[in-house]
C-alpha cells in the first residue's frame, strides 16, 4: 500500500532519473523509503536510487512493489505546476495508480512486476574520486558531441579532464584541481565511454548538483549526486569502452 | 464595399476563430457589422460570428459579401505588432482585398463565394448550462489528450466534468459549482466529442475568457463567449459521438 | 602564423556573414588584418570583407592563408557564452588551429586551401545609394516570402520599395525618402533578386545595422555595412534576376 503526497519537482526529479534508462520501472515500497534499482536493456548503465520519506510531503506505506510506466508518469507531471502538491494513491484492488494534481485525476494501470528482479550492484573499488558541478560536465559533453561519440575521463593528482578525438578533430575540457569542489587522485587514471549514455545521465541530474565521479582505468564510471535536499541518493554506474588502439 | 480600420489583435482573434473550421470563409459585410456562418469540411463542428462595426477603430461598409483566404489573412497578421492598426479596403474593381500594416501594402485576390451558402444554425434546446474559464477548459483538454481521442462532458447539479478513457488509464478534471462562473444544471446530462476538434476550438479561444457551454446528453455542445470587449460574439457548435458501449 | 584572442560575438559576426554563402572559406591572414573574398558555389553573390587587427582583442600575425570549415566554427562559438574571449593558436606544424574558450580546448584542421582562389571583385558603377536600418530589409523580406520566390529593389528619388508579386497577390515595403538614413538617386532604377539569396545575406546582418545599398537596372545590388564598432567592413554583392515579362 501506498499513499503519499509529494512536490512535483521532486517527483520529477525522481522520474527524469530512471527515465533516462528505462521505459517501465519496479519501485520498491517500504515504509520509510522507496528504493529502485534498474539497469538498460543494453546492460551498459545502471541507476540505484533510494528516496527517504521525509522527502515526501506525505508518506505512509506498506511493502509493496509498484510496477510504473515511466511516459504516463511524464504525461501527468505536465500537468502541474512547479510548487504543486501531487497526491500518489495506490488502488490495490484495480491495480491502479491514482493520481491527483489540482483538480484533475489521473488513474493508471501499474506495470506487472513479475521478471522485473532487482539487478546487483556490482561492488568494484575505484582508485579516484571527483567531486564537479554538474554544470561543467553539461559543458564537456556539449563541447564532445560534435566531435566524437565517446568520451574519455582522465582523473590526475593534478585535475580532472574530459577528453573526445575525432577523425580530423579533438576537443577536450580541463579543470585543475582548484576548479573541482574535491579531488582524490593519487595516480593517473582514464577510461572511455559511450557519450550519449554518459551525456544521457548528466542531461537527467538537476542543473547546479554536486556530482561524484569514482574512476578508475578501463573501469566504470558512478557518478553519485542527492536530490530534494539531500534525501533522495541516487548511485549511476556506466561501463567503459574499451580502446583498441 | 468593405474600408475598415482594425488593432492587428481583433483581426488575430477573429480569424484564428474561424481558421480552425475553414481555410477559406465568407464574411458577410453590412453597414453596421460583419458576420460569418460556416461549417467544417467534415460537418462535425459549426462557427456562428457576429464582429459589430464599433469592434473596429473605423468602419465604413456596404452591404457585400468577402470570400478570404484565412492562411494569407495570417501571413499578413504575422508582419503587425500587437497594437498596430491594420487598413483593409476592398478593390471592387480588381476583386482584391489590399491590407496596410505600416508601411507595407498587401494586395490578395478575393475567393469566389459562389456555393460558399450561409449554413443553417440549428435550433436545439440544451438543457444544462455551465459558465467557466476557459484556461480550465485548455487543461482539462491537456490532461486527456495523452489518454483518448475522445472527452466526455457532464453537467450535474453539482458541477462539470471533462472525462477521458482510455484502454488502461482515464483521466477526469471535475470542477465543482464554486470553481464556475455560473451552472444551471436540473439533472445529470453528458456527452462525448471528438477530442481534436473541441480542443482546436478551445485553443482558437483568447486566454482567460469566460466560455458558457451549453449540454444535452448525447446532443451538441455548444460553447459561446465574446471576444474585442463584448463587440464580437461567438457561437461554437460541435456534434457528439455517439457512445458504443 | 597566427595567435589572435577575440570577443565570440566578434568572431560569431564573421562567421555568420561568410558562411550564408560557403561551407569552408580561406581567410587571407596579413601582419595588421584578415582579409576575405569568397562566392557561393551557384556563382550568384560574393562577400568581401575586411577584419582590422584592432578588431581583435589581441592579434599578432605573419602573412599566411587559413582554410577553415565554417560549421565547425559554429560548434566551437556555440559552447562560448557572450562576451568570453576566444583564443585563436594556428599549429602550423600540424596545420591545425586551436581555440580555447573557458576551460575547452577544440584542436580542428585546417581545410586545403589549394585551388581556393581569390574571386575578383567585379568593378561595377550603381547610380543610386540607399542607406537603411537592416531591420527595415528584414521587415521586407517577411513580408515578401509568403508571395514569391523573388524580391524588387526599386529606389526613386522619392524613397526606397521592396516589392514581390506571386500569381494572386503581391505586397511590398515603401519607405518615403524621410524613413531612410541617406538616399542619392538621380532617376528611378529597379533590379530583381532571387529572394532566398537576399534573405539568407540580410539574415546574417547584425540587428540595427546600417547598410548602405547600392542598385542599379537589371544590375547586383551591393550591400555595404561594417561589424564589430566599424573595425570591420563587409560588401556583399548579389547578382540580379533578368525579369522575363
Do not use: W
Amino acid at each position: 500500500m501506498l499513499h503519499a503526497k509529494v512536490k512535483s519537482e521532486t517527483l520529477k526529479g525522481i522520474v527524469d532519473i530512471v527515465s533516462t534508462l528505462v521505459d517501465e520501472a519496479k519501485f520498491n515500497v517500504a515504509v520509510d523509503k522507496l528504493t529502485l534499482k534498474a539497469v538498460d536493456p543494453a546492460h551498459v548503465a545502471m541507476v540505484n536510487m533510494t528516496v527517504q520519506k521525509d522527502a515526501f510531503d506525505e508518506y505512509s506505506a506498506d511493502e509493496t512493489e509498484l510496477g510504473v510506466d515511466l511516459d504516463k508518469m511524464k504525461e501527468v507531471l505536465r500537468l502541474s505546476r512547479a510548487g504543486e502538491v501531487m497526491e500518489l494513491q495506490q488502488d490495490e484492488e484495480r491495480n491502479r495508480l491514482v493520481i491527483n494534481v489540482g483538480n484533475i485525476t489521473r488513474r493508471m494501470n501499474l506495470v506487472d512486476t513479475t521478471g522485473m528482479s532487482d539487478p546487483k550492484v556490482p561492488n568494484i573499488n575505484l582508485p579516484a574520486k571527483v567531486a564537479v558541478n554538474s554544470d561543467e560536465l553539461q559543458k564537456g559533453i556539449k563541447a564532445a558531441e560534435s566531435v566524437s561519440d565517446h568520451i574519455a575521463l582522465t582523473a590526475s593528482p593534478d585535475g580532472f579532464e574530459m577528453f573526445s578525438e575525432g577523425e580530423t578533430d579533438s576537443v577536450s575540457l580541463k579543470l585543475p584541481k582548484d576548479l573541482l569542489i574535491s579531488l582524490e587522485c593519487k595516480e593517473k587514471v582514464r577510461s572511455l565511454f559511450p557519450l550519449d549514455y554518459f551525456s544521457n545521465m548528466v542531461r537527467a541530474i538537476p542543473a547546479g548538483t554536486v556530482v561524484t565521479l569514482s574512476i578508475g582505468s578501463d573501469y566504470p564510471v558512478k557518478l553519485e549526486f542527492t536530490m530534494a535536499d539531500g534525501k533522495a541518493t541516487v548511485d549511476y554506474l556506466l561501463a567503459p569502452r574499451i580502446e583498441s588502439d
